[in-house]
């Protein structure tokens, strides 16, 4: 057989990487980077050079599957199974209402274009408020701030401008953490920075731990973990003392200048070094170089959003940014990433805060309100046990793998089994899909075309790229928007999508819907589609236009709650440990999206996630590398192999998630530890977004029983 070449991109994560693949006789053999893309130049991760070991790995599925009553799956034609799952939805909805349907989205349906619109417009005709996805267990303090805060329009300064750019919780040289389209180095992030420093951008890291971007960052600042809103209150009271603040900005567009002043008074320099375990000097240094600066910004990821006072750090991150100013001002050139998605110039003024969760729907538990029309994920598990007259009794997980990834693996799994109905869409039998009635086999990366409008905003300039389908699914595989819209016609829906609604029997491919999908924007289809390699789209040149003269909305810096929280994360000395004590952080590895990839030994290099500890924490636990031992929080225990990290801080322990078995009796050195069986789901949430505490968790290393 012979091997042919084609153009094409990655879409494991939102860095959307150009490359060129090898195909063998209908298979994707080989990945590499093409050089001639213009946003990633060549550059590809190991994950996504790995796409022939994913697509066609052991645990990948190629048929639809049905549990039968003797709990095993068995393959199906997937028309069926969609006939079966319409049935039973429309009698539960029947008998129930539509809120006894739920539909979670992991985070790759926001990888693919189809999938996201279509199973929206589905879910969204059915009048459920059971939506939930992976942002609310992720950085969903990145929609708080703003419906508390109020948000100011024309956006946050860019990075090839900047300064100084201080990082605090993220590692986005491994990750390409984009925030909530908030963070500007999502693609090719190492070589942004370089380009960056080489200007003279000043990089800060604040992170407990060595990375791949703390070891390119001017300064490091390595405090105890979960302190994040502790530091952050410390700098804004030495930027306050200095008057190094936007005072311009500040009587323009803000309310609370003084109350914040108030509310950090308590945060002097000794107190948090000593809170943060710190030098005073590194938090002084931080602070002149951040708050001296004319421009640039910070920005926060997981490690940030995971600790116990996760809003009001992500709330102070920002304040930062607002007090100084860093935002850009009418008469500036826009943000605008936008090519194929239609946008407007924004203005130069305040959006005022919503507070969404106190007005709507309330969940009967805890009386829980929606954050941009869902509700947070935490709740999922007690939305589905709590008996009540909107039960969730149905549940649709789409590009999750959601048993491992929510807190309290017990609670997560006990929920999943209670479900009348549990339909996942994936394209591997994860732990997930193993609880599920059904699973729908859907089509990988290269099986299905695709463009990139979902990822525009995270572009820092407008560019588009389209790729066809380079190879056919396997046999039983169906693109995940065909089962949606399918789906939807079998329950007598008629789903709209780009305006139109879509009777049933409508022959509609995917290329005419991506087509459509791309209505508003500036670029004619058949020259995307002509420019295989990416098309940069010529700036529309926006500027953000200015504030309404009658306009007054200001952000409110200090609102009640926040200033309460300030205060609580101030006064909480829970982190300084008692002996033997350790904190467990939350990070990320380099050759594994999540779960993706962790079944992929030739990728990894191991079967196993470690729990890495300093070499000087192993030594005093009389441990060696590769020992077997048991990790023990005040939730619960897992057993895990330990390894050595010098990077990490001494009295902290790395566990990576999304590893591990639901078969408590598994060996951990061949299936790796879930370190979500040591988080909760019902102890230490954050108020409002119910965000469970992922890291800075106090716990012991003991030997394994
Ligand atoms: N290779 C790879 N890339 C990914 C993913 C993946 O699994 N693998 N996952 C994707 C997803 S879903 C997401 S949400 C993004 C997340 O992207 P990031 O937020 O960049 O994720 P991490 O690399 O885990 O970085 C979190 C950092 O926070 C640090 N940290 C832990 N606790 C604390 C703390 O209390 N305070 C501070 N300041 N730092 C702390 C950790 O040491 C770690 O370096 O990455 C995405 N990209
Ligand atoms: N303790 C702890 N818990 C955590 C975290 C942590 O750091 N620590 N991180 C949290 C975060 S930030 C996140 S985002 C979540 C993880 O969030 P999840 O989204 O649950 O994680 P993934 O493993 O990426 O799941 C995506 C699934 O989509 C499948 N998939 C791949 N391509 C396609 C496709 O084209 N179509 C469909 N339908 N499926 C596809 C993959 O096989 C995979 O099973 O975990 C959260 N939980
Ligand atoms: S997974 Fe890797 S290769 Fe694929 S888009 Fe992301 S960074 Fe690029
Ligand atoms: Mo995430």
Redo the contacts with the bound molecule.
Sequence with gaps: MTITTEISYCRICPAVCGTLVDIEDDRVVRVRGDREAPLSGGYTCPKGRAAPELMNGPDRLTETMARGADGVHRPIAVADATADIAARLNAIIEEHGPDAVALFM????LV?TL?AFVVHAWFGQLGSHKLFS?MT??QSAKWLVPARMGEYQGGLQSLDEADVWLIAGSNPVITSNGGDGDVPFVMNPANEFKKAKARGMKLIVIDPRQTETSARADIHLRPRPGTDAVVFAGLLHVILENRWYDEDFCAEFVDGLEELRAAVAPATPEFVASRCDIAVEDLLEVARVFGTAERGRISTG?GTN?GPHSNVAEHLADTLNIICGRVRRAGEPAQDGHALFASSPPVARVVPPDRSWETGFRSRVGGHGQIRGELPSSLLPDEILTPGPDRVRALVI?????V????DEEKARAALEALDLLVV????M?E?ARLADYVIA????YE?PDHTALMESFMQAPFAHYTPALVPPPGGVVE?WQFYLDLAHRMGMEPELAGQPIPAGTALSSEELLTWLMGGGRVDPDELRAHRHGLPVPSAGMVVAPRPEDDTERLQLVPDDVRAEIAAALEDDSLVLGDGQLLLI?R?MKNA????GTKVPSLMGTTYNPALMHPDDLAAHGLVEGAEVEVVSRHGRVRAVVGADPGLRVGTVSL???WGTLDKEASVAEHGSN??RL?SLDDELQTINRMPR?TALPVRIVPAG
């Design positions: 992991g985070t790759q349906t693919n999938s992976t267990i992720d997981t995971f789409s590009g999750a793998n959601l491992l990834a929510l807190a869409v994936d394209t591997r994860t997930t859907g089509a990988m990366l299905r995940d939350s990320r999206m999540n779960s993706l990576s998630h999304m370190v979500n988080t992922m």
